[in-house]
């Protein structure tokens, strides 16, 4: 995104702009931004992208399920470098002396000189895995001068990225900054550019409540006006069947016609991505039916269809349609996808995950797949998160 198409991100744009010097001076240096879900985080990111000429650019994003996966951002971000080997080797030394090692092979490949400066770019890092960030820190701490910077952006929760953004801003060899919702006039300014100007008073008013100056859902608002100006928003301020959280309604998103909400539901429950025909199955919705429903949702800008796949366009998405499920409606669509699962005999990480959010003791399946994940890890060289998968495997034995 150029910085025209960014409203009132001018502190943060500038931030980035300083950075970028710095870092093609041969600072070492970390910015960070932190912020809820349609803040705004990766379009910065994207600016940054834009912004460094001449840089090597490494760019990488942290996934919900990626958060145990040993060193998952760091080779991510190597390979995007076309450096993975440099890591790679990593895996060749026993369990214990992984971490140590490949924090030494990043610190000798960061700090080696090279024709043109690099940049990592890591978006997402609160779902890192902790030895990436572990990585990072010791880089930053043990360095002032050298070729590789970094700009990243975190949620506050989970808070292992804001633990590390903060030791290191402590230390001064790193800057966050907080990314605040936009003004009444820039929410206003930014629903009319994507309603095409179509909007009433009230409507704006309206947006301005519902969106509290989040971009992504002030995006999301002028799109389901455009597709229904009068109907959907009024019901939406009136609606009391779908509980939702003060702010955006969900009914402005998915609409309140039954077999689409409650196939949403069931896919914000499964994840991020989901696959069609298990969301359809769990939902009882037929696969007919599941198809144009994801069609739909994906001509709202809610989804994107990808073969047997559909994946929600963004976490706040998925997030808005999770939070308005009552806890125990919930809890059991996490048991009959771990049921459903079961019976096809899916990835047992996935399942594993499930039983946990079903609350699901006693039951044989479950105890296994933690304990597969756990031994999976082990093997991995992750031991921490391999002893949570096995204690939550004895857990489940009660
Ligand atoms: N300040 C802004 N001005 C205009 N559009 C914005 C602004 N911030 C975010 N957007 C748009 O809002 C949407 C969500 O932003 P995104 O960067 O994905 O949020 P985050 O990464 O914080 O979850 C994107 O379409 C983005 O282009
Ligand atoms: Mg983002």
């Known amino acids: 995104m150029t910085a025209s198409g960014i409203l009132e991100r001018h502190g943060a744009t500038s931030l980035i702009d300083i950075a970028i010097e710095r870092a093609r001076d041969g600072d070492a240096s970390a910015l960070f931004f932190s912020g ?75 700090t080696t000189q090279r024709q043109r ?45 804001t633990t590390f953004a903060n030791s290191l801003s402590r230390m001064r060899r790193a800057e966050i900054l907080e990314l605040r919702p936009l003004s009444a006039g820039a929410a206003r300014q930014m629903v009319v550019e994507h309603a095409d100007g179509e909007l009433d008073g009230a409507a704006l008013e309206e947006a301005e409540l519902a969106c509290q100056g989040n971009p992504l859902l002030l995006i999301h608002f002028a799109k389901s006006y455009r597709r229904h100006p009068e109907t959907e928003h009024s019901r939406a301020r009136h609606c009391e069947e779908i509980p939702s959280k003060p702010g955006p309604n969900v009914v402005t998103l998915i609409g309140d016609e039954p077999k689409t909400v409650n196939y949403a539901r069931v896919a914000s429950v499964f994840g991020a991505k989901f696959p069609v025909s298990v969301v359809s199955q769990v939902s009882g919705v037929e696969a007919r039916g599941a198809i144009e429903i994801v069609d739909k949702l994906s001509r709202w800008s809610l989804l994107h269809a990808n073969g047997s796949f559909a994946e929600f366009t963004h976490a706040l998405v998925r997030e808005l349609i999770y939070d308005s499920i009552p806890e125990l409606t919930r809890r059991e669509m996490h048991r009959a996808i771990f049921a459903e699962l079961h019976r096809i005999g899916y990835e047992p990480s996935v399942m594993a995950y499930h039983a946990v959010c079903g609350d699901l003791r006693g ?7 933690a304990f597969l994940v756990g031994d999976r890890f082990w093997k991995g060289g992750s031991p921490a998160t391999a002893k949570t998968w096995f204690e939550t495997a004895l857990a489940q034995l009660s």
């Not at 145990?68 to 993975?84: E, K, R, T």
């Open 117 to 161: 400066p690099a940049l990592l770019l890591l978006d997402d890092l609160h779902w890192s895995d902790h030895e990436s960030l572990a990585i990072f820190h010791h880089y930053l701490a043990c360095r002032k001068r050298a070729p590789v910077s970094l700009i990243g952006a975190f949620r506050p929760w989970p808070e292992n990225a």
């Open 36 to 110: 809820s879900p349609g803040l705004g985080k990766s379009a910065l990111l994207d600016y940054a992208c834009e912004s460094a000429t001449g840089f090597d650019i490494g760019r990488c994003c942290g996934i919900e399920i990626g958060t145990d996966i040993a060193f998952g951002i760091l080779n991510q971000v190597m390979a995007h470098m076309g450096a993975s080997d440099e890591i790679e080797c990593a895996s060749r030394v026993p369990n214990v002396e992984r971490l140590p090692f490949a924090a030494r092979e990043f610190l000798r490949w960061a």
């Open 363 to 369: 039951n044989q399946a479950a105890v296994e797949a």
